[in-house]
């Protein structure tokens, strides 16, 4: 009668290393914080759920003096999408989350490695053959009609589909047999032999929700498909422990496989690893939570917010404060750059899923790019212009030097403008500055005052105007604007003209408003005075004269 370690031998005939050379060969951290790793599957692009996951899991390690790594899961290569890998690892990049080690392009860094779950293969196959000596993992060689036929039964009788007890068909095979189909050629998959039952509960601590109880694994898993490779289910678990991850952080989808998971550490007699999983991010549709879609939501793609001019470090601040609750007032005070000194803690977490909000995305983004320094902004804007804005970019090439200028109105103060949300919003506030550019807008949307003020009044407003470009700095220019204002029965300030209205035709904010759509065809822009001299005078004067002549026709 041959043995398991017959068994082993047939099914992993070149393996000659054992679990204690693996133990030798990836000893313990020297490091005394957290390790934890980021491992998505190269099945697309980056979702801002993953950035979140990537972000928490980065944060626990730098709060802890720890090491934070990338793992890439591929061992499902049919679901693989050609150029994910390298849209991951530049995804990161790009939103500053950057491993201390792990799977990088072109070369990995690190001595836990491989760091591509493909790579690994001959350690998987190290594992597994111990298993199979202790009887824990055995070979299947079900077909998929058969497993088709079992769950149409199961769900026929509305049993608990699944491959296990008595449906576990191969589970009670002799080594004999199995050694015998395996020496005729038929296919098989290996199994993890369940010792669990399903009506008993197991308890684990969870570093966000405390203490979770959960029905024990019943399953006989597989753990190594006809391919060769492992799934996801035994590969992980062999990878945290080699790599010496401490916490896994995943999102709470993923509560459900804790009881296979951690029946695969105790039965390798691998230390357990401490879990936290996070909340899901979520979204108001129709007046109900639903957990972000990839198939309904653009900004379920990190892509989305480069594509619309977001600054990456806008969306890591945003989801801070989704993050830790606490974070929001740490902020108050400081530099929104300053986020990283942040200290992370789990307690802080919500348990419910935070949702997703873009108009507290936009808060944030604004505080960005408003501490920005000019030089930096500018670069940033270019280099956004020049991959997705056509229009702006056009604008920037014409005259970098002029394009700056318009870009840093109302920056140098201690109160810097905070009307840009993203860098998609600079070009249709900011053409007006372009004579072509302006003329479009005056043709396409026309010139509206307001109606109350009669035409020659306007007419008159604007010519006298002329004389103010000439005012040596902003306040002389304003007091300029009052005068020109109270001369034609306009009240020198909105107080003024609230306590006896009757007495005026308007106040000084009025006039400025004619200015304003004279010079930029709308209610709306950024700092007049510097506006006009950005303009330059003949420009302003051109204008006036331009809107001016239409008036009186």
């Known amino acids: 009668m041959k043995t398991y370690e017959d068994l082993a031998n ?3 005939p070149d393996i000659d290393e054992t679990i204690e050379d693996l133990e030798k060969k990836y000893p313990p951290r020297n490091c005394k914080g957290e390790v934890t790793r980021f491992a998505p599957s190269p ?27 990338l793992r890439l899961e591929d061992t499902d290569q049919k679901r693989e999408v050609v150029g994910a890998k390298e849209t991951l690892v530049s995804g990161l990049k790009t939103f500053g989350v950057t491993p201390d080690e792990g799977f990088d392009i072109p070369h990995e860094h690190g001595e836990y490695g491989p760091y591509l779950q493909s790579n690994r293969r001959n350690i998987y196959r190290i594992v597994l053959k111990e298993l199979v000596k202790r009887g824990d993992v055995y070979p299947c060689f079900c077909s998929s009609d058969d497993l088709n036929k079992l769950r149409e039964f199961q769900e026929r009788n509305k049993m608990v589909p699944g491959y296990y007890g008595e449906f576990a068909k191969c589970r009670n095979l002799t080594v004999d047999e199995a050694i015998s189909r395996i020496e005729n050629g038929e296919p098989y998959v290996l199994r ?37 490779l492992p799934t996801y289910h035994f590969a992980h678990v062999v990878d945290d422990h080699f790599m010496r991850t401490t916490i896994v952080i995943r999102g709470e989808e993923w509560i459900s496989s ?12 691998f230390p357990l690893v401490k879990y936290a999983h996070l909340p899901l991010i979520m979204k108001m549709d129709n007046g109900k939570k639903r957990k972000f879609s990839k198939r309904k939501d653009p900004e379920a793609n990190v892509s989305y917010f480069l594509e ?37 803690s789990f307690s802080k977490m919500s348990l419910d899923g935070a949702l997703f909000d873009l108009k507290k995305l936009d808060y944030y983004s604004k505080e960005v790019i408003a501490s920005f320094d000019i030089d930096t902004l500018f670069n940033n804007v270019k280099k956004y212009a020049e991959q997705y804005d056509t229009d702006l970019n056009e604008l920037i090439n ?16 201690p109160h810097p403008r905070k009307d840009y949300a993203k860098y998609k919003d600079i070009y249709p506030s900011i053409r007006f500055f372009y004579r ?36 040596l700095d902003e306040t002389s220019w304003f007091e300029g604007l009052k005068e020109i204002a109270s001369k034609h029965s306009f009240a020198k300030d909105t107080k003024t003209f609230k306590a006896n209205p009757s007495d005026y035709l308007g106040h000084v904010g009025d006039v400025a408003e004619m200015l304003r759509i004279t010079f930029t065809g709308s209610r709306r822009s950024p700092n007049l005075y510097q506006t006009l001299h950005i303009l330059g005078e003949d420009e302003m004067n051109s204008r006036i004269a331009f809107i001016a002549s239409t008036l009186l026709k």
């Not at 479009?440 to 105007?465: M, Q, Y």
């Open 10 to 12: 047939i099914i992993f």
């Open 43 to 69: 099945t697309g692009f980056l979702h801002t759920g993953s950035l979140f996951t990537s972000l928490v899991s980065k944060k626990v390690a730098e709060s802890s003096d720890g090491v934070f790594y």
């Open 192 to 228: 993890f032999k369940s010792h669990g039952d399903h009506e008993n509960k197991i308890e684990c601590e969870d570093l966000i929700r405390g203490r979770i109880s959960i029905s024990e694994n019943d399953l006989d898993v597989v753990v190594l498909k006809s391919d060769g």
């Open 258 to 269: 804790l009881p296979l998971h951690v029946e695969m550490f105790k039965r390798l007699n």
């Open 308 to 344: 619309n001019g977001y600054p990456p470090v806008s969306l890591i601040v945003y989801l801070m404060t989704i993050v830790n609750s606490n974070f929001e007032e740490w902020l108050v005070g400081r530099n929104v750059l300053d986020f990283n000194e942040f200290k992370f």
């Open 398 to 413: 014409r005259d970098e030097t002029y394009f700056k200028s318009i870009l840093n109105i109302e920056r140098d103060g």
């Open 436 to 471: 072509d550019q302006y003329e479009e807008i005056v043709r396409d949307s026309g010139i509206a005052f307001n109606p109350k003020f009669e035409k020659t009044l306007i007419h008159e407003i604007l010519l006298e105007s002329t004389s103010l470009y000439s005012c």
